[in-house]
């Protein structure tokens, strides 16, 4: 999903559950108010419960809208085009860091919406590149200006959950190197100069988590949840851990008990308090929730 780099490996005693605050906002047609000003991190959920087919994929015009609601309501611009114009410039050179794991990846739908975004901007075409594994050998990711980082969410046997701070693990030579304590110290790697300080937008698939697992690179249908979301925000850990008390209350909900990811998300709070890469502060997130509210959970 550079410089060799001996990373940290800290026991951090904290716990990475987060409580949000709520606001919800719905959009109709192209023009909504501004959202009022806040000095929260603000994270953007929107739901559409038709956004999968018959066959569970998703629908590109319906992702594309969703995408347009949320970037809109993440910004407070009028329309998307102006939207995606504070996050991106005509010359950026663009790398879309997806996550390509067989089972659930980012989509081709969500990966097009944005592209498609980015192009009405005016980057070019042969500026643009989607990669995950490779992004270290892509030339666009080599020379990459601006970074979209998108990816879905689901449990990790070695990180408690695969979310958007854990998403730059390709930007290290050897992934494994950082696999230990439970991959505490993931927010390092943003520090890194291929990365740091260029992430303009991040995405968060939730259309089909996977809240439950065993053992590493392990899939099953029965633990994913249909939940048709997606999240957006530019503090990817603000993202996350709003994404992380989701899949939580999914656990409590299909297990009917409180049973603890094993082992737990602590990267999460750690990338807060330790390398100060966003906020995990139920205090200081702001939920903009829009469309279906049913089982939302937060």
């Known amino acids: 999903m550079q410089q060799k780099k001996v990373i940290s490996r800290r026991q951090f005693i904290k716990n990475a559950s987060v409580a949000v605050i709520g606001t919800t906002l719905l959009l109709s047609g192209q023009e909504t108010s501004a959202p009022p000003k806040s000095d929260k991190s603000r994270v953007i959920l929107v739901r559409d419960p ?6 569970g ?3 590109y015009t319906l992702v594309q809208e969703m995408l347009d609601k949320a970037i809109v309501a993440l910004t407070g611009k009028p329309d998307p085009l102006s939207a995606w ?3 991106i410039k005509p010359d950026d050179i663009v790398g879309i860091k997806n996550n390509r794991w067989p089972y659930l990846r980012t989509t081709a739908e969500v990966e097009n919406s944005i592209k498609k975004r980015i ?6 075409e042969s500026s643009i590149g989607v990669d995950d594994l490779n ?3 892509n030339p666009i990711f080599q020379k990459a200006t601006a970074l979209i980082n998108a990816r879905p969410m689901r449990s990790h046997h070695w990180a408690g959950v695969g979310s958007l701070i854990k998403n730059y693990i390709m930007f290290i030579p050897e992934p494994i190197s950082i696999h230990g304590d439970s991959c505490a110290d993931l927010a390092s790697i943003w520090e890194l100069p291929v990365v740091k300080g260029k992430t303009r937008l991040n995405v968060l698939v939730m259309f089909t988590p996977q809240f439950h697992s065993f053992g590493p690179h392990s899939f099953n249908p029965k633990y994913v949840w249909k939940y048709y979301g997606l999240m957006l925000g530019f503090d990817p850990v603000a993202v996350d851990a709003t994404g992380l008390r989701i899949i939580e209350a999914i656990r409590r909900e299909y297990f009917a008990e409180d049973r603890p990811l094993n082992p737990p998300a602590k990267h999460i709070a750690i990338a807060d308090s330790k390398y100060h890469l966003g906020t995990s502060d139920p205090d200081k997130i702001e939920l903009i929730k829009l469309g279906f509210d049913k089982d939302s959970f937060v």
């Open 85 to 87: 114009k504070t996050i």
């Open 50 to 55: 038709n956004v999968l087919d018959e066959n």
């Open 57 to 59: 994929n998703p629908k």
């Open 119 to 124: 192009m009405e901007v005016g980057v070019k």
């Open 135 to 137: 992004v270290l050998q």
